[in-house]
């Protein structure tokens, strides 16, 4: 995976408000001294009311921490630390925060007028911003709409960021396509915008995806897009195209691996069912079971070789099993606190910086959205997760929901920031469990089932 950050981390400052007694004169018994007031017992709330909680505050990453001029979603936030990076937006982020805003409306959140007037800026910023053959890069510039290079190489497109993009595209265009005037226009730009990726032109003429094409360096990166890991949405909306498609052969090759991504491999008595690299045993980190599967539905998805949705789950529930078994003996690590996936981590010298945690690079830093983002499918396994991040809220939430990382292992060691791709699983995930709301979107879209069907995939509802 290629999100390495340098970060630096700072302290929120909490306000409370206390209650002053004037000690001077005696009190109503006589006494000069009051006597403590008995504490509040702490209300537990109910899984409604932790998931309502959770996404409402989740929200306000997308809408009230966006970036101003743009609209989109910033990479990060740190909110003892607001100037930091705030006009790097990103991609992949931006997708799930249009997705997010849908769950807004549908919650009551904003209006939808509201949320329309906020696609509409998006949305523009986007038609303006630089691509590359269609594609965008991982990073804008959210003033300019100009390229910040993600790398030294990676000042192009980045094929991936750009379908978490698009993913979210459609699922506004299908969201608002039979509403208003304003709302159709607006519905038919999401459209246009996915549309122009010119898809096959990141196959350098072979039967393969690459994730990269840079105006100065073309292909130079060369790094193939292929399985198993978060980029199966890159080869379907590919497949979609009307005009820039991929063929069967593209997807085969090079997702596939002409039927290499399948596993037989089993562990805590889970098949792992398709092959991940680098982890053949315990699978990777979470965010491969989420990002391509916030609008594609793995439930029932499966090709000639995978059975997507039995993968997720399993990849989720090997990942809990090894929490619950704790080979390394973390602190609090077991049934109520587990999720491994790449977000903020501490460092050795107990800085912040950035990892892929996995059973395979377990450093004893828990992220909240692993097992968040996970709900639908394994809900009992998420809820109590939930539960015991709520638990210790008064370390872990803050303004823009469950802080991105933390270890009970160091002193309770918390990451006080947030990272866009690690919110918008939680509040899209929590409510696909909910009501369905974005896989329904995307899965009913004309030209997402034709590249389904190019494949040879089979769907819930074909």
Not at 100 to 125: D, M, P
Not at 321 to 327: C, F, G, I
Request: contains cysteine.
């Amino acid at each position: 995976m290629k999100r390495w950050i340098n970060l630096v981390m700072g302290t929120i400052t909490l306000f409370f408000a206390c209650a002053c007694i004037d000690n001077d004169g005696p009190g109503p018994t006589g006494n000069s001294e009051l006597p403590d007031p008995e504490p509040e017992p702490e209300v537990e709330l109910t899984d409604e009311e932790l998931m309502d909680l959770t996404q409402e505050r989740t929200f306000n990453y997308f809408w009230e921490f966006a970036h101003p001029v743009s609209g989109a979603a910033r990479e990060r936030y740190h909110p003892n630390d607001p100037d930091n990076d705030q006009n790097t937006v990103t991609m992949g982020g931006t997708g799930f925060g249009l997705m997010a805003i849908l769950v807004g409306v549908e919650r009551g959140y904003v209006s939808r007028a509201e949320a329309v007037q906020r696609l509409n800026k998006i949305v523009s910023f986007l038609e303006t911003a630089e691509r590359f053959r269609g594609a965008w890069p991982h990073w804008l510039n959210g003033n300019t709409g100009k390229v910040i290079p993600f790398s030294a190489k990676d000042n192009g497109g980045d094929l991936v960021e750009t379908a978490l993009l698009a993913q979210g595209l459609i699922c506004v265009k299908e969201y608002f396509k039979e509403g208003s005037d304003t709302e159709k226009t607006l519905a038919n730009k999401a459209d246009a915008l996915w549309k122009g990726v010119e898809w096959n032109g990141y196959t350098q003429g072979q039967n393969a995806l690459f994730w990269h094409w840079s105006p100065t360096y073309g292909f130079d990166i060369n790094l193939m897009i292929r399985g198993y890991n978060e980029t199966l949405i890159t080869y379907v909306l590919a497949a979609a195209s009307p005009e820039y498609g991929i063929s069967k052969e593209v997807y085969e090759n090079g997702w596939a691996s002409n039927g290499s991504i399948a596993s037989a491999n089993t562990n805590y008595g889970y098949p792992l069912v398709v092959e991940h690299p680098g982890s053949p045993l315990y699978g990777g980190p979470l965010f491969f079971s989420h990002y391509s599967f916030l609008g594609l539905n793995p439930q029932g998805l499966s090709d000639a070789y995978v059975d997507y949705g039995t993968a997720a789950v399993n990849h989720i529930m090997i990942n809990y099993e090894y929490a619950v078994e704790n080979p390394k003996k973390f602190k609090d690590y077991g049934e109520n606190c587990w999720g491994l996936t790449a977000s903020y981590t501490r460092n050795s010298d107990g800085g912040i910086g950035y990892t892929a945690h996995s059973p395979v690079n377990d450093t004893g830093v828990i992220s909240p959205t692993a097992a968040i983002s996970s709900l639908p499918y394994a809900p009992e396994e998420s809820l109590r997760a939930m539960h015991y991040f709520y638990g210790h809220k008064d370390k872990l939430l803050g303004p823009a929901g469950f802080y991105d990382a933390f270890s009970p292992q160091f002193n309770f060691w918390v990451a006080e920031a947030y990272l866009a791709i690690d919110q918008g699983p939680q509040i899209i995930m929590i409510e696909n469990y909910r009501t369905g709301l974005l896989w329904d979107l995307f899965m009913q879209n004309t030209e997402v089932r034709a590249g389904l069907d190019k494949l040879g995939f089979t769907y819930a509802g074909k």
